[in-house]
């Protein structure tokens, strides 16, 4: 049986036509580390697509290989508004067919109203500028855009009830944010289920999840904490994240069920009854 091959994030994409130019050059890494003016290790970094180059590396880079400028004009756009470890799986997302997520405590990005971002983004950041705010919440809500088409990706959304509970920004900004996520699942753009305090302890309540499937590459799984993230290709590793999934999901709501509990909180925020 033919293995699947990983999906491709840009960055590796830009590594695999590095190493690619590099070859039909003549060149080893370490030549070409040396008109570049680093190490080999980063120009394996390169290649390998877990760093992208400066703008005067990809300068030097052309210059080397005789490419025109082409990894510099490239490099524009791998350019990131995304935090590094969350860079590569923003970029997969929008590669994916089925998306199944997974919140413990917070609407998951993609769904989050402008409102709720802000409140999340001032809770952690106690010394900022509206400014500052402004860009974090377009540059989240931005990933919403995905959704925009009728059919791709298949997006399955898993709420603990923590997620309903937790009064983020206000009664207001929950009642809108619930009203989001409600209508975004009678309009079929999302299966949504709750996972009820009820339940007790559940298979995901150690982390949120992310399972993203693709049309030709092998699934892959992600995982965030605080300032960290973890993306996981290991087949291994995905099948867990798979069954664990699968696991929550048998002990949540149903569909319907699911979403008269979204609407019967939003509707208790919007009345102050929360």
């Known amino acids: 049986m033919e293995k699947e091959r990983k999906p491709r994030t840009p960055k590796e994409k830009y590594g695999e036509e590095l ?48 490419t025109d400028g082409f990894f510099v004009r490239w490099l524009e756009d791998l350019e990131s508004k995304y935090a590094d470890y969350f860079a590569s799986a923003a970029e997969l997302e929008k590669l994916a067919k089925l998306i199944q997520q997974f919140a413990l405590s917070l609407v998951p990005g993609m769904l989050q109203t402008d409102d709720y971002a802000r409140s999340v983004f001032a809770a952690y950041r106690p010394n900022h500028t509206p400014e500052e705010l402004d860009d974090e919440v377009v540059t ?36 809108s944010q619930l009203h989001k996520i409600a209508d975004l699942a009678d309009a079929g753009r999302l299966r949504l289920h709750v996972l009820p305090h009820g339940v007790g302890a559940h298979a995901l309540m150690d982390s949120d999840l992310t399972l993203m499937s693709f049309e030709d590459c092998a699934p892959v799984a992600y995982v965030e904490g605080f300032l960290t993230g973890n993306l996981m290709d290991e087949p291994a590793l995905v099948a867990a994240s798979q069954t664990a999934y699968a696991l929550a999901l048998s002990d949540a709501l149903s569909q319907q069920e699911s979403l008269a509990l979204v609407k019967a909180v939003a509707e208790e925020y919007a009345h102050g009854q929360q």
Do not use: Y
């Not at 580390?33 to 180059?53: D, K, N, Q, Y």
């Open 19 to 66: 190493r690619i130019r590099r070859i039909a050059a003549d060149m080893t890494q370490e030549a070409l580390s040396e008109r570049v003016v680093c190490s080999p290790t980063l120009i394996s970094h390169f290649e390998a697509g877990r760093r992208i180059p400066k703008r005067d590396d990809a300068q030097r880079i052309d210059r080397a290989l005789g």
């Open 140 to 175: 989240r809500t931005q990933r919403a855009r995905i959704l925009d088409g009728p059919l791709n990706p298949v997006l399955w959304t898993l709420l603990d009830e923590s997620v309903l509970r937790r009064c983020v920004g206000g009664p207001q900004v929950m009642a």
